[in-house]
């Protein structure tokens, strides 16, 4: 969800090397939690930098705290041109999960949900990464096939899980609607037990906190005009703030991958769709778990505060308006509403779009690009929240070594050209 | 909501509409003597540009035709649509 506030003391330079703990909160709450120390600096750009990450969403700042804490570089700098988790970071439904169907997306995946279940303590910021489950829906018998074979397929790779029946989803949320006689019927679902949700800007500014107490530099309101090249390989970008001088630079932009590309001479299999969201008003504790519907493309949670926060469908043109058409919500609508007659009433809050980045196989492209010491991280499409710390963790391995690491090496921008695509969007869990 | 306007059937609502994709993809004459990179281009790669767009549409729920389109694609406006075969209007080059 987009908040209006900004996260406190941006404007602050104070550095802040304070733990977050039972004690700080004390000695804040003494002076009316007015003394708070701003959680990362804003400084000037430096003219050059060990590295560069472009794009400061929770996948960039993953990224710039694992190069900082496991590989040793802290001269880097995180440019974002307008604010860290405005983008798809602060737009998603933030839902968590790893069951993925192949093997290479499954283990990829899979390391995020490990870094996931201890992100709060290694950050020492709150994530509010909370596991409870996720369901996706089946409505049909190919549905329940794809589920069943995809369950079998976690359980080999040591991914939790387990397909339910109507009756066991009825127990387990008694609100929702497993009529057989309604247009989709609900026949079946997987469930996954370490899934659930975390909340999304307290990722991103988590891993803002972080990075910056390795000293990493996040300049936000700095946008990449240029890439600058010499003899095919990157020398450093042109800013609104400034050339920037550095010899590895890693572009983690989503929706705008395709327009960073260009500048740096070469094409992406990506075409950018807006992909829309929506919250109602805040309502009493209803449903405590995640469930999602890739055939009538919906998924619903409850947020903290109470709000339903739904997902809709990708929009089928493309765009960069970061906002999509109204028939496409109403439709995710009419699943909820067929899935839970009990929301029916309900009033919705708010609506937005992000700018999704799809690739054609519904994997993202991680790893080496045609331009030496230039790196992109993009293509997660409709689910990258999910992976934001392990993408950050492999992308961090790539950057600092110039080689993938295993895990994202099936992922490279090559598998277009080899053949070797990896077929997700039964997992994907959003249409492409 | 978008409106938009058919070549053969006039203006209708978007509902009615899918978009197909980027429009002036010619497939590769002579596809044998193609390298996996040319192919991969012809295939995979798409401009998928920040404001004007060339893309089809068909217009699923009308005529079932394709046709093309000149979108833009931050404001979504889109200027023009065409007969699949024919270049943009006013334009010499696509």
């Keep these: ?432 | 909501m978008l409106l938009i306007e058919c070549p053969w059937c006039g203006v209708r609502d978007e509902t009615e509409f899918a978009c197909a994709g980027e429009a002036h993809i010619a497939r590769p004459l002579e596809t044998e003597k193609l390298s996996d990179e040319e192919w991969a281009d012809y295939l995979f790669m798409r401009k998928n540009p920040k404001g004007r767009h060339y893309e089809q549409w068909l217009h699923a729920a009308g005529c079932r035709r394709y046709f093309n389109a000149v979108r833009d694609t931050v404001t979504y406006r889109i200027s023009a649509t065409y007969k699949i075969g024919e270049q943009p209007p006013g334009e010499g080059e696509k």
């Design chain 1, 1 to 432: 969800m987009l908040r209006a506030f900004r996260p406190p003391g941006l404007e602050n330079p104070a550095l802040n090397m304070s733990k977050y703990s039972i004690f700080s909160l004390v000695r804040n709450a003494v002076s009316y939690h007015e003394n708070w120390a701003a959680a990362w600096r804003s400084p000037e750009p430096k003219p050059e930098y060990d590295a560069l990450i472009v794009g400061g969403g929770g996948h960039g700042l993953a990224t710039a705290y694992y190069l900082a804490k496991e590989h040793g570089m802290s001269n880097i700098a995180v440019l974002e041109k307008g604010w860290i988790g405005g983008g798809n970071t602060g737009r998603n439904t933030t839902i968590v999960r790893s069951n993925y169907l192949w093997d290479e997306s499954a283990h990829l995946y899979e390391k995020s949900m490990q870094l996931w279940e201890g992100l709060s303590q290694d950050l020492n910021y709150n994530v509010m990464f909370s596991q409870r489950g996720v369901y996706n829906l089946g409505h049909n018998l190919q549905d329940m096939r794809d589920i069943q074979r995809r369950v079998n397929a976690n359980r080999l790779n040591g991914i939790d899980g387990h397909v339910v029946s109507p009756q066991e989803i009825k127990r387990a949320i008694p609100e929702i609607n497993i009529d057989q006689g309604c247009r989709y019927p609900i026949l079946g679902a997987s469930f996954q037990p370490r899934g659930g949700v975390a909340r999304h800007d307290a990722v991103a500014w988590g891993f803002a906190r972080g990075a910056d107490k390795y000293g990493v530099d996040i300049i936000q309101n700095c946008e990449v005009t240029a890439i600058r090249q010499e003899n095919g390989a990157v020398t450093g970008v042109e800013t609104t703030r400034g050339s920037i001088k550095a010899k590895k630079i890693g572009v983690v932009v989503a929706g705008h991958c395709s327009v960073m590309a260009e500048m740096a001479g070469f094409r992406m299999p990506i075409e950018s769709h807006p992909l829309q969201a929506l919250v109602s008003e805040p309502i009493k504790p209803i449903i405590h778990t995640v469930i999602m519907s890739n055939a009538v493309h919906g998924y619903i949670s409850q947020s903290d505060k109470g709000d339903l926060v739904i997902g809709a469908g990708i929009d089928s043109y493309n765009g960069y308006g970061q906002r999509g058409s109204f028939p496409t919500i109403e439709h995710t609508i009419a699943a909820i509403c067929e899935m839970f007659p009990v929301l029916r009433r309900v009033r919705m809050n708010r609506q937005w779009g992000g700018i999704v980045d799809t690739a054609p196989d519904a994997c993202p492209i991680i790893g080496n690009t045609p331009v030496e010491g230039l790196y992109f991280n993009c293509g997660w499409g409709t689910g990258g929240f999910k992976a934001t710390p392990g993408s950050g963790w492999v992308f961090a391995h790539n950057v600092a070594t110039g080689e993938p690491h295993e895990l994202n090496r099936p992922f490279a921008l090559d598998r277009f050209v080899t053949g070797f695509l990896i077929d997700e969007h039964g997992a994907a869990g959003v249409a492409h």
